[in-house]
């Protein structure tokens, strides 16, 4: 850039320079940049400082015209000299109220800097502080804000913060009020001659909408050198205007107010065999979707895909409480659906609940509408429109029973427990509840490491050891659980041939989870058929409900041998 467009701030739209550019708006920062010595004939040194404050929107534009400097937008912390202590939150500018959306503390005794975002900020967003300097959405996932110290040669740090433009403005919306970005710049260079500067000296010529420039030059006498330095200031307001309104759906806190939506706008579902496609009824009887025909008694078919969504994003949840059906919830209390999954592996959901949620969820799930293919979830079928709820224990309870029946034989043979207090973590057991939701067996895989952590890995090897020296056995130090209880139970009379039967599936368990580390396809029909399945079974799902089965039925079985 040549050097009269580069006093005259040509590049003044573009990025850093304009700090309102882009998907991120930064509110606060300070940066130099500086070429050559200072006394020689090539120097360039421009300095950029940001401020910004919070105002009441009705006085956002009279602050943009008034206020001359981002110094009118500090925050001071301490006593003032009227004996009240100032929390750096608040100023004012004649009129003008001013609020801190992000302050920078200086701690009066260790003189250490931090940086401190706005608590009405983070606590409206729900976010998540996930490292010392980034604020996350909890349920977009999406980097909200971040706040950094740089560090200088000649000046204290100073704060340098980001912020996603889409959630400042609906923060602002919420608040009712509007942010003022100000800037202040600028940048000098030498010439040997004062015609090569190329500029008259102006003083705060209004050169746009809330911007103005000054320029000056220094001669000789006053750089105590043989050329000319110029000078030039720049002073810029930007105003961040709110949203119309809050964007309510997507909030993490509960919006008891009605979220108006379009008829139109509401997207269409399969409602019965023929593929006949439309929107969900909101706040009417079950019995009008009956007669209207949408659905079976209410309940939709879905492509088991879209729970991927509630077991792996946070503040989702999905929870199996029967074998086949439980309940999805979305974040910050904005709804439940009942769910569950057919013999033909599709998800069945109770449509009023889907209709309850908000458009962009809706749409979520209308992506996997799909056509009816098999009978309503039996346990959620049977429960909730008999009243007649069946047997059918959730595979948590299954292996919580199981390892509870197992250890308590061993507590009472050694007196010490079998299995360490360390379980699954919650996210890990919705997926161990729910098993898998795709056609892949590497689904199957990846829950049986997670099982045989939860079954195998925190069985303690003292325990064990104990028990097989009570029984008379030899105890040999290299040997690990599975092998540990092969002994206990050929100590407690079994043969080979009886003890490798019961073992099998926990040499199953370990033989998947060992393919859950590898790359390909291990041949898994050896393995579902040393847990006991003549044939390789049809689905992922019947594949992990024989390996649910047949551990449960093998550590009730080595419990059932120890107590004989």
């Known amino acids: 850039m040549k050097l009269r467009a580069w006093l005259q701030y040509s590049d003044r739209e573009k990025p850093p320079y304009n700090p309102t550019k882009g998907t991120t708006i930064t509110i606060e920062g300070f940066w130099q940049n500086e070429s050559s010595e200072f006394d020689s004939l090539d120097w360039r040194r421009e300095e950029w400082l940001i401020h910004s404050a919070l105002v009441p929107a009705e006085q956002l534009n009279m602050a943009a015209c008034e206020i001359a400097s981002p110094h009118d937008l500090t925050f001071e912390m301490g006593w003032n000299s009227k004996d009240r202590f100032s929390f750096g939150d608040y100023s004012q500018y004649g009129e003008i109220q001013l609020y801190a959306l992000a302050q920078l503390v200086k701690h009066p005794i260790s003189q250490d800097f931090s940086i401190e975002l706005s608590r009405e900020f983070v ?66 260079a030498n010439v040997a001659i004062e015609e090569a500067l190329k500029f008259a000296q102006i003083e705060d010529e209004k050169i746009d909408e809330f911007t103005w420039i000054s320029t000056n030059i220094h001669t000789p006498e006053f750089t105590r050198h043989d050329y000319f330095r110029g000078r030039s200031t720049i002073r ?85 409480h029967m074998r086949n059906w439980g309940v999805a919830s979305l974040p910050g209390d904005r709804g439940t659906i009942d769910v569950g999954i057919n013999s033909q592996g599709l998800v069945n959901a109770f449509a009023p609940d889907i209709a309850d949620l908000s458009l962009a969820e809706q749409a979520y799930w209308a992506s996997f509408s799909s056509l009816p293919s098999g009978e309503i979830c039996e346990e959620m079928f049977q429960t909730r429109m008999q009243q007649n709820p069946p047997h059918s224990p959730g595979v948590v309870d299954l292996i919580r029973d199981a390892r509870s029946q197992l250890n308590a034989h061993f507590k009472h043979q050694v007196s010490i427990d079998l299995f360490s207090d360390t379980e699954p973590s919650k996210q890990e057991l919705r997926r161990l509840s729910v098993g898998p939701v795709s056609n892949q067996f590497i689904e199957v895989l990846e829950l049986a490491k997670l099982l045989y952590e939860w079954v195998i890995e925190t069985m303690q090897i003292e325990p064990l050891r104990n028990t097989l020296s009570a029984l008379g056995g030899a105890v040999d130090k290299n040997l690990r659980q599975i092998k540990l209880l092969e002994k206990i139970l050929m100590a407690k009379g079994l043969n080979e041939t009886q003890t490798r039967s019961i073992a099998a599936p926990l040499v199953s368990l370990n033989k998947l989870r060992i393919g859950s580390a590898h790359i390909g396809s291990p041949e898994l029909e050896p393995v579902f058929q040393l847990m006991g399945a003549s044939t390789m079974p049809e689905t992922p799902r019947a594949g992990w409900s024989l390996c649910v089965e047949t551990v449960v039925n093998c550590l009730c079985s080595i419990a059932d041998t120890l107590q004989t």
């Open 236 to 320: 810029r307001n930007f105003i961040i205007e709110p949203y119309d309104r809050p964007k309510f759906e997507r909030s993490p806190w509960y919006y008891f107010g009605e979220k108006l939506v379009q008829e139109s706008e509401l997207p269409s579902f399969i409602v019965n065999d023929e593929g006949k496609r439309q929107p969900l009824p909101k706040d009417t009887y079950l019995g009008n979707y009956i007669n209207s025909g949408i659905g079976n008694f209410g309940y939709l078919y879905f492509r088991p895909e879209v729970l991927q969504k509630y077991l792996h994003i946070p503040g989702y949840s999905v929870f199996f």
């Open 123 to 188: 606590t409206y967003h729900a976010l998540q502080k996930r490292n010392p300097s980034q604020y996350y959405h909890p349920i977009d996932n999406i980097l909200v804000a971040e706040t950094n110290l740089d560090s200088h040669k000649t000046y204290d740090p100073t704060a340098r913060v980001i912020i996603h433009r889409d959630y400042l403005r609906d923060f602002l919306a919420a608040l009712g009020m509007g942010l003022l970005i100000s800037v202040i710049a600028e940048r000098f």
